[in-house]
């Protein structure tokens, strides 16, 4: 084990024995997803959980509820709060037995989870940059109806029944520089739609491999992940024994296994960089994180929306490079054949010199339309123009489109503007080949709603085609009319 990874076990077994000791005491405790300025979920059955003496008589007050129980023989005790409307006043929350603990300023709205590496950590302030990844208001105004709660950086190689954190904190007077840029944009705009509060469980790790964040169980979900999964049985044993261990699922254990009991919304998920070599593949390990999550949970299968990839490096003008990330984006496109998942594109907002794009307004709307559309009904496109089908008529492929709004236009993406729909303007990273694999850029064009025509005089019988299919194809502009990045796809399987 490294001296990184020894230093952040002895916090963990630190924090462990802080808890272990904790419970043996008289006094009524609570985890720390449970402070001040908390928001619970709106709509539906909340947990409140904590420890105290074997026996012990625990009352919980709030909203106009009281729920009464007895802690079990080792010190844990849980009750249920039944389903409220939001709102939008800070309420006590108090829980009393031998003490009575009373936390201030608790909301009731949406609670999602932002996970990830470190597009997700990536704060308003960027980390104290000049690029900001948001207005001046926004990192100074007054956002209360939004909280966040962002566990320190932490690893374990069992899941942790505590959370180190400071604890839940109100977005207004400069705290939310530290906020989830993309979480925070995301919470905006879901406050503007419904009214109503919104807490980010902040959990991210920059760097971080999505290995990290599967669960020990969740490596069995799946059989292509059979071979890793022994691996992580073993790793288990090992440690048991003694011996050095492979943190998969050491992220996930301390800074999220103490929240599956925290009741939630969904998730909204940024990562893969640390996973491009794997390309599609990646398909199955966020496969298997999702239905893990989700089991643990218990809150059946809540949304869980992702960003894809963006653009990043410098571009390429030879229509055959591709790179890692193509492949990834498209493991990452196919996880959307689990139940209620959503994607956000975001290969029209990256940037060739900095793998952290300094645009997470439009990450944190894109992925709000999906909870807008698909979870409140609401009246908004949220899904990008996504390849269908491929049919070839004499010298031209005709692509036709799904998720395409009102229709296909070529357009440009500036940043809290309505999309610039180009007229007259020309389609651009689309590739063709024919039976001998050779690509070469390809003329488009729109001929209607939901096709394009594909061609090019170098390919007289063209077999496949290819969109935005390379590290950073800078320049792609098919969009929905609603402003949508259509997602980049290839119609072959060479």
Not at 178 to 198: I, M, N, Q, S
Not at 236 to 247: I, L
Not at 345 to 351: H, L, N, Q, S
Request: glycine fraction near 8%; include cysteine.
């Amino acid at each position: 084990m490294t001296k990184k990874l020894l230093t952040l076990f002895a916090l963990v077994v630190m924090a462990t024995i802080a808890i272990s000791g904790s419970t043996v005491q008289a006094e009524v405790r609570l985890p720390k997803t449970f402070t001040d300025n908390a928001v619970l979920q709106r709509d539906a059955p909340v947990n409140i959980w904590g420890w105290a003496d074997p026996g012990e008589e625990i009352t919980v007050s709030f909203n106009g509820q009281t729920v009464s129980t007895t802690a079990c023989e080792k010190g844990k005790w849980n009750v249920v709060l039944s389903e409220m409307f939001a709102c939008c006043e800070g309420q006590d929350l108090v829980i009393s037995g031998s003490n009575t603990i009373t936390l201030k300023n608790i909301l009731i709205g949406e609670v999602w989870v932002c996970s990830g590496q470190s597009n997700m950590e990536m704060p308003l302030n960027s980390w104290q940059q000049p690029r900001l990844a948001c207005s001046e208001e926004e990192i100074n105004g007054d956002y209360s109806f939004i909280r966040f709660n962002r566990p320190h950086h932490v690893i374990a190689p069992f899941p942790l029944e505590d959370v180190a954190t400071d604890g839940w904190k109100v977005c207004k007077d400069g705290v939310q520089k530290d906020c989830t840029a993309t979480g925070f944009h995301f919470a905006v705009r879901l406050h503007k739609e419904l009214g109503v509060p919104v807490g980010l469980i902040d959990s991210n790790w920059g760097g971080s491999n999505i290995n990290s964040w599967i669960p020990n169980e969740g490596w069995f979900q799946l059989p292509e992940l059979a071979e890793m999964a022994q691996a992580v049985k073993a790793d288990r044993e090992a440690y048991q024994e003694g011996k050095d261990w492979n943190p998969c699922g050491g992220m996930f254990n301390a800074m999220m296994a103490a929240w599956t009991k925290y009741t939630i919304r969904g998730a909204i998920w940024y990562q893969g960089c640390s996973n491009a070599g794997e390309r599609e593949f990646y398909y199955y390990k966020q496969k298997a994180m999702i239905r893990e999550w989700r089991k643990l949970w218990n809150r059946g299968d809540f949304p869980f929306y992702w960003v894809q990839l963006a653009n990043f490096t410098a571009p390429s003008d030879d229509p055959a490079a591709s790179g890692d990330w193509p492949g990834l984006r498209d493991g990452q496109t196919k996880c959307l054949e689990v139940i209620n998942t959503g994607q956000a594109v975001t290969i029209d907002i990256g940037e060739e010199k900095d793998i952290h794009p300094r645009n997470k307004f439009d990450v944190g709307n894109r992925l709000a339309l999906w909870a807008l559309a698909k979870l409140f009904n609401k009246d908004v496109e949220c899904c990008s123009p996504t390849f269908k089908t491929i049919s070839i008529d004499d010298n031209k492929a005709i692509l036709t489109f799904d998720y395409v709004g009102s229709g296909l236009v070529v357009g440009q993406n500036i940043e809290r503007e309505p999309l610039l729909v180009e007229k007259e303007g020309k389609l651009t990273r689309f590739a063709i080949a024919g039976a001998d694999q050779k690509w070469v850029w390809a003329d488009a064009e729109i001929i209607g709603k939901n096709q394009i025509a594909v061609s090019s005089p170098e390919v007289p019988n063209p077999v496949a085609v290819r969109y935005a299919w390379q590290m950073n194809p800078t320049g792609c502009n098919l969009y929905s009319a609603e402003g949508l990045p259509a997602t980049p796809f290839r119609t072959d399987a060479w």
